[in-house]
């Protein structure tokens, strides 16, 4: 579980609170000797990670909630367009052999595919160790022929929060998902990429979580 680092400060507003609650910003800051300007960070980010409640004309009281519940809400509010990043494309009819050296030239593990602007299929770095193994000519073949078509392809959208997208990475064992935005054609439903989301970015997340908090 990530654990919330607070100041000491900050500690030593919760457990005032916690003693003295409902208590309101300005009798907090008379105890500490600061002025209520110099509370205001402490303050919001205390409310903001829900360990503490501010409610209008009555002051701060201490939350009841969980710590760990604190800590999902505060990653859900986290979006896939907070964390995304862009993605490597590449059409439909490129052959193979270039699509292999343009994969390790943008050092990535799954290129997606497009086909006049919308996303059709997706190919990875086993796909293309698979073609290699067989004995294919990689000059002939357009990587078309090797990709996971749509709609096989897991997608995720910018709304869907870092929790989700990080458990869609799990359940489905991929390296990286395409951040889409549906557009409709007629009665027909089309995806337009407009990021990724790979290990990463999760990572890179979390790393930045553990700095920040």
């Given at each position: 579980?990530?654990?919330?680092?607070?100041?000491?400060?900050?500690?030593?507003?919760?457990?005032?609170?916690?003693?003295?609650?409902?208590?309101?910003?300005?009798?907090?800051?008379?105890?500490?000797?600061?002025?209520?300007?110099?509370?205001?960070?402490?303050?919001?980010?205390?409310?903001?990670?829900?360990?503490?409640?501010?409610?209008?004309?009555?002051?701060?009281?201490?939350?009841?909630?969980?710590?760990?519940s604190i800590v999902y809400d505060y990653i859900r509010n986290i979006k896939a367009k907070d964390?995304?990043?862009?993605?490597?494309?590449?059409?439909?009819?490129?052959?193979?052999?270039?699509?292999?050296?343009?994969?390790?030239?943008?050092?990535?593990?799954?290129?997606?595919?497009?086909?006049?602007?919308?996303?059709?299929?997706?190919?990875?770095?086993?796909?293309?160790?698979?073609?290699a193994m067989g004995g294919t000519d990689m000059n002939q073949v357009p990587v078309g022929v090797i990709m996971t078509r749509m709609p096989n392809i897991i997608c995720v959208e910018a709304?869907?929060?870092?929790?989700?997208?990080?458990?869609?990475?799990?359940?489905?064992?991929?390296?990286?998902?395409?951040?889409?935005?549906?557009?409709?054609?007629?009665?027909?439903?089309?995806?337009?990429?407009?990021?990724?989301?790979?290990?990463?970015?999760?990572?890179?997340?979390?790393?930045?979580?553990?700095?920040?908090?």
């Amino acid at each position: 579980m990530l654990l919330i680092r607070l100041s000491p400060r900050q500690k030593e507003i919760i457990k005032i609170v916690k003693e003295k609650q409902p208590i309101t910003s300005e009798q907090l800051a008379g105890k500490l000797s600061v002025t209520r300007a110099a509370l205001r960070p402490d303050l919001a980010i205390l409310t903001m990670t829900g360990i503490l409640e501010a409610r209008p004309k009555v002051g701060y009281i201490y939350s009841q909630k969980p710590s760990n519940s604190i800590v999902y809400d505060y990653i859900r509010n986290i979006k896939a367009k907070d964390i995304m990043s862009k993605p490597v494309v590449m059409e439909e009819e490129t052959k193979v052999y270039d699509a292999i050296i343009y994969l390790f030239l943008n050092d990535v593990g799954t290129l997606f595919i497009e086909n006049k602007g919308y996303l059709v299929g997706a190919v990875s770095r086993k796909d293309f160790l698979k073609i290699a193994m067989g004995g294919t000519d990689m000059n002939q073949v357009p990587v078309g022929v090797i990709m996971t078509r749509m709609p096989n392809i897991i997608c995720v959208e910018a709304e869907d929060s870092a929790y989700i997208v990080a458990k869609k990475i799990i359940e489905h064992e991929v390296d990286s998902l395409p951040v889409v935005e549906k557009i409709m054609e007629g009665n027909k439903e089309l995806y337009k990429i407009i990021g990724k989301i790979s290990k990463t970015n999760i990572t890179r997340l979390f790393v930045k979580l553990g700095d920040d908090v």
